[in-house]
């Protein structure tokens, strides 16, 4: 055994204990409560850990010789150590992770459990019936098979988007670029894409496996059937339009992005052909035709989508926002209020949510400019062919992108943000690979050195906001069971005639994962329940001199409400002083209580008659 080898082999021997011995510290410490950070609440063991397990993954990953068995090991290694840290919640044993639409997402999977929801007539079923599935084979709860949906895409995502850089790219090593660049997650942004259960996220994670197929496809040479001599069904081929089919399932308007990929992609075909005619060679004209796999997911999506009124009316919103106008910097400037007031503000928040992916987006920014003007490196050209591909799909999802931003329909331009940087990962792995867009200056062993230095200054930013924390004003979506619980207790035992309210908003979450959503008439009780939305007025939180309490009340609140509004928040909207007025309100009465979540009933005039 090479001295070399023996190194690999001894990094990889530490990094592995340290990993373990970090997930078995991290398993035995559940939490005791509400933790409004996962990163401070667990054991400091496991960052140190998984720091030290992906610093050696990194180093053998790019030092090893392809396809050996250390090379494997240190990819597996650094895909341990990124999935560990993305399901941290699952590893601590949280109960539930996701207070807001994933609690929603629980109810309806909980209704396609029990039968109340028919898959066929829900928008994105997905990942709702992959969890519904996994708790048929598995006697799992919904709540539990639902959140291991998540691991299961975010492994398709890291092994793809290596797979996908290892086809592109024209130097070796590219497939541990590809898999640690992957790392990074960059499509989590946390203001529309999540890595709790979310099927915006699941259909992102899933884009890499059909780009990969498509790659695969227009160069494959196999067929199933044959008309007339030319081979129109390919195994790939096959592949592709059923993964077209399943992104629209996982999330209509994220599983597009894909038709748009390879509708882009026929139509780089179809000018390939053109420039042919007029006597300029081009190698692409001479790929397998993208036509069927457009037509056939564009009919599913054109089937699909129109028959559910959230799709069309999102649509509608468009419109109206390109005819008539919109001003997106409402939503942004009332942000940036909020935070000067905590402190901050926005080029801040900015830094640290986006620092790195826009640094990033500038060098795949480069890396498309050399691709269309021609300036890659002849040597290459199936690289050169694929990232023309690259290019030319990303070019819609931008548009769509502009287009959602220009409307202002919320923070839907950040989901299209997080599918972009699907792209800026596969293309600045490629970059790094092949030293696009300026040739290599450094020798192979600088440059891994290089590029090992690059991976570990950006894993830690972008680590820090893989889950929501203070580090980025935001309160944990931690979900203990004394919180659900607690929920159920009261709808099962409230007044029906009685309305809630609280702080921000009512219970909608919980009321949708007890009751379902009003996707079915199977429960109409949570589609009219009172109350569920009704936010408390800043101004009327701990005075009960209002016609707000006019009518009798039920106030739910928890822990989190207090860690957000005076740990987090330092009392801007709700103070310590006006939790301590509401608790000490001869007419407010606490009904129930487990610790982390009690029941207030407020006591108006409707009620003393």
Not at 60 to 67: D, H, N, S, Y
Not at 181 to 200: C, G, R, S
Not at 341 to 357: C, H, T
Not at 444 to 456: D, G, I, M, P, S
């Amino acid at each position: 055994m090479s001295s070399k080898r023996r190194r690999h082999v001894a990094v990889l021997l530490v990094g592995y204990v340290l990993y373990t011995a970090g997930v078995l510290v991290a398993a035995q410490h559940p939490p005791t409560g509400y933790e409004i950070s996962i990163y401070t609440a667990t054991p400091m063991l496991f960052w140190v850990g998984s720091g030290v397990a992906f610093l050696a993954a990194v180093l053998v990953g790019l030092t090893a010789p392809g396809g050996t068995a250390r090379h494997r090991l240190s990819l597996l290694l650094g895909m341990l150590v990124g999935i560990s840290v993305a399901t941290l919640p699952m590893i601590r044993d949280y109960y539930y992770y996701g207070i807001g639409d994933a609690l929603s997402y629980l109810g309806w999977t909980r209704m396609i459990a029990e039968g109340a929801l028919n898959p066929v007539n829900f928008l994105y079923p997905g990942i709702h019936s992959t969890a519904v599935v996994l708790t048929s084979m598995s006697g799992l709860p919904p709540r539990r098979t639902l959140q291991l949906v998540v691991p299961v895409f975010i492994a398709l995502y890291v092994l793809f988007t290596g797979l996908c850089v290892a086809r592109i790219a024209g130097r070796s090593n590219a497939l541990a670029v590809g898999v640690f660049f992957a790392l990074l997650f960059l499509p989590i942004n946390n203001i529309h894409t999540y890595i709790f259960p979310y099927p915006t996220s699941a259909a992102i994670f899933f884009t890499p496996f059909a780009l990969y197929l498509l790659f695969r496809y227009v160069g494959d040479g196999q067929s199933l059937l044959t008309v007339a001599g030319r081979r129109v069904v390919t195994p790939v081929g096959l592949l592709l339009t059923l993964a077209g089919i399943t992104a629209i399932l996982l999330h209509p308007q994220s599983g597009a992005n894909v038709l748009f990929i390879v509708a882009a992609g026929f139509g780089l075909q179809v000018l390939a052909h053109v420039s042919r005619r007029y006597g300029l060679a081009n190698r692409i004209a001479d790929h397998r035709s993208l036509a069927p796999q457009a037509i056939v997911v564009g009919l599913f999506f054109a089937v699909w989508t129109p028959r559910f009124d959230r799709a069309t009316g999102t649509l509608q919103t468009v419109v109206t926002g390109l005819l008539y106008g919109a001003n997106p910097a409402d939503e942004i400037s009332q942000s940036g209020s909020s935070l000067s007031a905590l402190g901050s503000g926005l080029d801040e928040l900015f830094v640290k949510i986006f620092l790195v992916s826009a640094v990033l987006s500038v060098v795949a920014g480069l890396v498309m400019l050399a691709t269309m003007s021609g300036r890659l490196d002849d040597r290459y050209p199936d690289r050169n062919d694929l990232l023309r591909y690259v290019t030319f799909g990303f070019i819609p999802v931008f548009m769509l992108f502009g287009i959602f931003f220009i409307t202002s329909v919320t923070r839907q331009p950040f989901r299209y943000l997080g599918f972009m940087m699907v792209f800026v990962t596969i293309l600045v792995a490629v970059a790094v690979s092949d030293g696009i867009p300026v040739s290599f200056s450094l020798s192979e062993k600088n440059w891994q050195a290089a590029v090992a230095v690059v991976l570990v200054l950006l894993i830690v930013p972008q680590a820090l906001i893989l889950h929501q924390s203070p580090h980025m004003y935001k309160d944990s979506d931690h979900v203990p069971e004394t919180y659900m619980e607690g929920h159920v207790t009261t709808f099962e035992q409230r007044d029906p005639s009685v309305w809630f309210a609280g702080p921000r908003g009512g219970p909608r979450r919980f009321v949708d994962a007890y009751y379902g959503t009003t996707y079915s008439d199977y429960t109409p009780t949570g589609e009219h329940f009172p109350g569920k939305e009704e936010k408390i007025p800043f101004r009327v939180f701990g005075n009960n001199e209002t016609t707000f309490y006019s009518h009798c009340r039920y106030v739910p609140l928890t822990s989190r409400d207090y860690e957000k509004e005076i740990a987090l928040y330092e009392g801007f909207r709700y103070s310590a002083e006006d939790f301590r007025s509401f608790r000490q309100n001869p007419d407010i009465y606490r009904v129930q209580s487990n610790g982390d979540y009690r029941l207030y009933f407020v006591r108006g005039e409707d009620c003393l008659r």
